[in-house]
């Protein structure tokens, strides 16, 4: 067995060779060295700080006891003893939150839960079980996000036989639910590691990608409908769209599912900031 040693931000790192193409971990410990969670080589944490504020940073493997956190390296009992004595809470920051999803279902883990309540069901009808409590799961979410809001404008990426084009909906005076409505066969809903609700929905012709955002107060009716003309001819620029529209993935994921979100996307740290 070989190791490598080499400079890498301003740590003398350790590493054995044999493993050095398979995928690295990043741990995260406390003090007293018990493990927290692991994240993948350059993904993300959220670091919320005792005052309120909460910022995300991307974070690199250097070897099994160092890692950089957005452009500082640290040994990893460093970091823990640190964020013990700030008050941070640190967690992992995925790249996007799943509402509900029908795409890509693991049979063999429903399977196995399964099969405890229902021992003599056929491999195809704990599919067809499996099926019918996730729909049902669908409903719970809608009820879940049965809160009302505004005008919520839908910008569809729409996938035809024949290519892809731009597409929009209104909807008028709606309620957050009527978002996670399709008419695909399969469907996930989520909110993105920018606050972005979004959906990815398949048919047979291809795929469909949407991006819900809530109407300003400020926008006027000449502002919308020259927005809608540009997104419908596949024109709108995002800045644009951020002029008359507003996220609304970090409330509902604030609001009803607890989930946290940066203080500001200006204080974020992306992957390229750190190279």
Same mark, same amino acid.
């Given at each position: 067995?070989?190791?490598?040693?080499?400079?890498?931000?301003?740590?003398?790192?350790?590493?054995?060779?044999?493993?050095?193409?398979?995928?690295?971990?990043?741990?995260?410990?406390?003090?007293?060295?018990?493990?927290?969670?692991?994240?993948?080589?350059?993904?993300?944490?959220?670091?919320?700080?005792?005052?309120?504020?909460?910022?995300?940073?991307?974070?690199?493997?250097?070897?099994?006891?160092?890692?950089?956190?957005?452009?500082?390296?640290?040994?990893?009992?460093?970091?823990?003893?640190?964020?013990?004595?700030?008050?941070?809470?640190?967690?992992?920051?995925?790249?996007?939150?799943?509402?509900?999803?029908?795409?890509?279902?693991?049979?063999?883990?429903?399977?196995?839960?399964?099969?405890?309540?229902?021992?003599?069901?056929?491999?195809?009808?704990?599919?067809?079980?499996?099926?019918?409590?996730?729909?049902?799961?669908?409903?719970?979410?809608?009820?879940?996000?049965?809160?009302?809001?505004?005008?919520?404008?839908?910008?569809?990426?729409?996938?035809?036989?024949?290519?892809?084009?731009?597409?929009?909906?209104?909807?008028?005076?709606?309620?957050?639910?009527?978002?996670?409505?399709?008419?695909?066969?399969?469907?996930?809903?989520?909110?993105?590691?920018?606050?972005?609700?979004?959906?990815?929905?398949?048919?047979?012709?291809?795929?469909?990608?949407?991006?819900?955002?809530?109407?300003?107060?400020?926008?006027?009716?000449?502002?919308?409908?020259? /927005?809608? *003309?540009?997104? #419908?001819?596949?024109?709108?620029?995002? +800045? @644009?769209?951020? $002029?008359?529209? &507003?996220?609304?993935?970090?409330? /509902?994921? *604030?609001?009803? #599912?607890?989930?946290?979100?940066?203080? +500001? @996307?200006?204080? $974020?740290?992306? &992957?390229?900031?750190?190279?």
């Amino acid at each position: 067995m070989g190791y490598t040693v080499e400079n890498k931000y301003g740590v003398l790192a350790v590493n054995d060779s044999e493993n050095s193409e398979k995928p690295k971990e990043i741990r995260f410990i406390t003090p007293e060295y018990n493990e927290k969670f692991r994240i993948s080589d350059g993904e993300q944490i959220l670091i919320s700080y005792p005052e309120g504020t909460k910022k995300a940073f991307a974070c690199r493997y250097i070897d099994e006891y160092h890692m950089l956190i957005g452009r500082n390296a640290f040994h990893i009992c460093e970091f823990a003893e640190l964020a013990d004595k700030l008050g941070l809470q640190i967690s992992p920051f995925p790249e996007k939150r799943v509402i509900w999803s029908n795409i890509d279902l693991n049979f063999d883990d429903w399977k196995k839960d399964l099969k405890e309540e229902y021992p003599d069901l056929s491999e195809s009808e704990y599919y067809e079980k499996m099926t019918e409590l996730n729909d049902m799961y669908l409903d719970d979410e809608r009820a879940n996000l049965d809160i009302d809001c505004d005008d919520i404008i839908c910008i569809g990426d729409i996938g035809r036989w024949n290519g892809r084009v731009s597409g929009y909906k209104v909807l008028e005076n709606c309620k957050f639910s009527d978002c996670l409505k399709t008419e695909c066969e399969h469907a996930e809903w989520f909110v993105d590691r920018d606050g972005e609700l979004r959906s990815r929905e398949i048919h047979h012709d291809g795929t469909n990608y949407i991006l819900y955002r809530a109407f300003k107060e400020d926008a006027s009716y000449d502002d919308r409908n020259d /927005l809608i *003309e540009k997104i #419908y001819e596949g024109k709108a620029t995002q +800045k @644009e769209i951020d $002029r008359f529209t &507003e996220k609304i993935g970090i409330k /509902l994921g *604030e609001l009803v #599912y607890g989930w946290e979100f940066p203080t +500001k @996307e200006k204080e $974020r740290v992306s &992957e390229r900031d750190t190279r």
